[in-house]
């Protein structure tokens, strides 16, 4: 492999990891259970689910559930700041 080659895939992968800490800020955003009033906070995650903190809400399992009252995801409503 040339030397060129390798400087080629080291810029697309400094390009891929920039967009995702851009992203990855962009969705630090917190949703609130329209049931029981619960916040999810991707800063925290969900350490009684398992999910880790920085986890985005959008990036959260499909079959993710509110762990106070069981609601659905699309349950949930964004917070506004
Ligand atoms: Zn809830």
Redesign the pocket.
Known sequence: MRAGTIEIIIAILRVTVVTTSISGFYLMTKYV?L??G?EYNPEKGEPTQKIAPGTPFSALPADWV?P??G?EKRLFKEVQE
Do not use: L
Request: proline share 0%; charged share 0%; glycine share 0%.
């Open positions: 259970c049931i029981c619960h509110c106070v009252c609601a």
